[in-house]
């Protein structure tokens, strides 16, 4: 008769075996529910046993959770800091770049971050999903000139922030389409129209736009917009004031 024996794993270092648990974690709660995952999964998609996981997160799946949650913000923020050289949507374009890289390279991670509504979600996983949104939203005002935005170009950026994380999302479930490149692009038009859209009522969001406007270039990603939608000007014409 045959006994059934432990899975087998290699020796491994404290820290090498915590990262080899974390991206097993990761993987799984970036594509099923954090309450449909459980230690034994873990274990199972590690190649180890129930036990090990334990010795290395006492706290189980919720201290797995939180790790993963944690693992996956500190990577995301890195990618947001861009040098404040040339036109500003041409920065926001770079951000962007390395944002979706990490979207495309990452996905279950970014999962794992970003999809809620979570029984394993804990004050703790909030505020780390929080400060990615904040930092986010601190480096776009950075390149905007504006340090203590007022509250409605703060609820602008936010609210972008919230569009790119749920086009991604939705980038995902669609089998990453269309291509990056494009979603990136339509991504930055939105952020130049919902800039352009907030300045007509708020005179803080008229001067960044304003200062940034000026240093664009006809190569730019505003520059590209603005020649797209030249010819919607002679459209709208007639609802200008003194138009015959």
């Known amino acids: ?23 097993a974690a990761i993987d799984l709660f970036g594509h099923r529910s954090p ?9 199972a998609a590690a190649g180890v ?3 090990l996981v334990y010795r290395y997160f006492p706290g189980g799946k919720q201290q797995l959770y939180e790790a993963a949650v944690l693992g996956a913000a ?33 996905d279950a991670a970014y999962g794992a971050l970003l999809r ?11 505020a780390i999903v929080d400060d990615v949104r904040r930092r986010a939203a601190e480096q776009v005002l950075h390149h905007l000139g504006v340090s203590a935005p007022g509250p409605r170009l703060a609820m602008m ?15 995902l479930d669609e089998g990453k389409q269309p291509p990056v490149a494009e979603l990136r692009a339509w ?3 939105h952020f130049i129209g919902l800039l352009l859209v907030t300045a007509t009522t708020d005179p803080e969001a008229a001067e960044a736009a304003a200062r940034a406007l000026v240093q664009e270039t006809p190569d730019s990603p505003a520059g590209g917009l603005a020649q797209r939608a030249a010819p919607l000007a002679e459209a709208v014409a007639h609802l200008l004031p003194g138009a015959s």
């Not at 990577?75 to 990490?102: C, H, K, N, Q, W």
């Not at 809620?116 to 909030?126: L, Y």
């Open 157 to 171: 950026v936010r609210s972008w922030i919230a569009s790119v994380e749920a086009v991604s999302l939705i980038w």
């Open 74 to 106: 500190q990577e995301l923020i890195g990618r947001f800091a861009v040098p404040s050289e040339g036109p500003p949507t041409e920065r926001l374009a770079d951000a962007l770049d390395r944002y979706l890289a990490y979207v495309d390279e990452h």
């Open 49 to 51: 046993s129930r036990p």
């Open 35 to 43: 309450e449909d995952v459980s230690v034994d999964d873990v274990a």
């Open 1 to 23: 008769m045959t006994s059934s024996a432990a899975p087998a794993y290699r020796r491994m270092t404290v820290e090498q075996r915590r990262t080899q648990l974390l991206a």
């Open 116 to 126: 809620g509504g979570s029984v394993a979600e804990t004050s703790r996983t909030d």
């Open 187 to 189: 991504l930055v038009d």
